[in-house]
């Protein structure tokens, strides 16, 4: 079984093409225009994918050394996302799909950055049924219980931000570029994660809240900053290693509760802040620790990424689970639904 995959869902354009479970190309096109902005402006993201999506699909085609004829079906990004952004990556598939006479395969972008565990690897194994996914992006912070690959439940998610929003709006108030968050992650490898304390939010049960932290975040600075107008540059490193020490603190927190309560002993992270190395340490520790087992994805796998959409896209071809030509994306798209 020969798969293309197509992610369009925030400001990545990515094509990836898939023989069974292994991933022969993963292309991933990352939009720049952003940057200046300060965050992703949803009317330059479409249009970006509109450039990006054929010079994209062809690059995966030849990395992969496959010819558009020998593919077996197209999958794609239904949602969530920015719904401009989703548009061009459906339509395309829908398009294809039709020309080349072969079924097409709607994805859920959630359940990708959890079944992107699924990729075989030689250098990593993959979790058996049920385990526990905390999905840490851009737009979601969830922890799910996995007990099959289209049967999961969400024990927990954010009230307000998502975690990777904490980074990258934390990150905003330093003055770094967006998105922030893997400079926040490059600064705290230098600095002391305890020179400075910020308090975790008090949330019952397995729910996550991350609009305080950032308040408090901002009266920190400002307060500093009054008596020290130097005080970001001269103190970077300890800040950022700070603020990402609270964070990855309330994150372990969480998925320890949910650990006990379930009973469940293997754990996984999914989604862009899964590149962290704080949570990758956090969670590597974690195996000896509390004797669990844990699953941390490639780099490759932990951003938006196509190759994430191919193996649901396998996963469900193997089911028959096919989708109609009449689909339309959906910019919020429950999990499992
Ligand atoms: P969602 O998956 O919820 O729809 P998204 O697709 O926009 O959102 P992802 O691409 O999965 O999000 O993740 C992007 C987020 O990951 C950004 O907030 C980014 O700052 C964060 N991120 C990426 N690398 C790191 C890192 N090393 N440390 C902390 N955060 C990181
Ligand atoms: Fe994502």
Not at 72 to 88: Q, Y
Not at 163 to 172: L, N, P, R, T, Y
Not at 225 to 234: C, K, L, R, S, Y
């Amino acid at each position: 079984i020969y798969i293309l995959a197509i992610e369009s869902s925030c400001d990545d354009t990515s094509a990836a093409v898939l023989h069974n479970n292994r991933k022969l190309s993963n292309v991933v096109a990352t939009q720049k225009i952003h940057e200046e902005y300060g965050g992703v402006v949803p009317e330059l993201a479409s249009r970006a994918h509109q450039q990006n999506i054929v010079p994209v699909v062809d690059r995966a085609l030849a990395k992969a050394n496959i010819d558009k004829k020998q593919l077996s079906a197209i999958a794609f990004t239904r949602g969530p996302g920015l719904m401009g952004s989703l548009l061009v990556g459906t339509s395309f598939a829908k398009s294809l799909a039709q020309g080349l006479g072969i079924p097409l395969i709607e994805v859920n972008h959630m359940e990708a950055h959890i079944l992107a565990h699924f990729i075989k690897d030689e250098e990593q194994s993959m979790p058996g049924f049920p385990f526990l996914a905390m999905t840490i992006s851009g737009g979601h912070t969830q922890i799910v219980k996995v007990n099959d690959y289209f049967d999961m439940e969400i024990l927990g998610e954010t009230l307000d931000d998502a975690v990777g929003e904490a980074f990258d709006k934390s990150a905003k108030l330093l003055g770094l570029p967006y998105p922030g968050g893997p400079l926040i992650d490059a600064h705290a490898k230098k600095g002391n994660p305890k020179a400075f304390k910020f308090p975790k939010p008090k949330v019952e049960g397995l729910n996550f809240s991350f609009s305080g932290l950032k308040t408090s975040i901002l009266y920190f600075i400002q307060k500093e900053t009054a008596a020290n107008p130097d005080f970001i540059a001269e103190n970077i490193d300890d800040i950022c290693a700070s603020m990402q020490y609270t964070i990855i603190n309330i994150l372990m927190d969480k998925l320890k509760l949910a650990s006990k309560q379930t009973g469940i002993k293997q754990v996984a992270i999914g989604g862009g802040v899964s590149a962290n190395s704080g949570i990758r340490k956090a969670l590597t520790e974690a195996n000896k620790k509390y004797g669990w087992k844990t699953y941390i994805p490639k780099f490759e796998y932990c951003t938006d990424n196509a190759a994430m959409i191919g193996i649901v896209g396998y996963l469900k071809f193997m089911e028959g689970s096919f989708t109609d030509q009449g689909v339309s994306p959906k910019a919020r798209f429950a999990l499992g639904s």
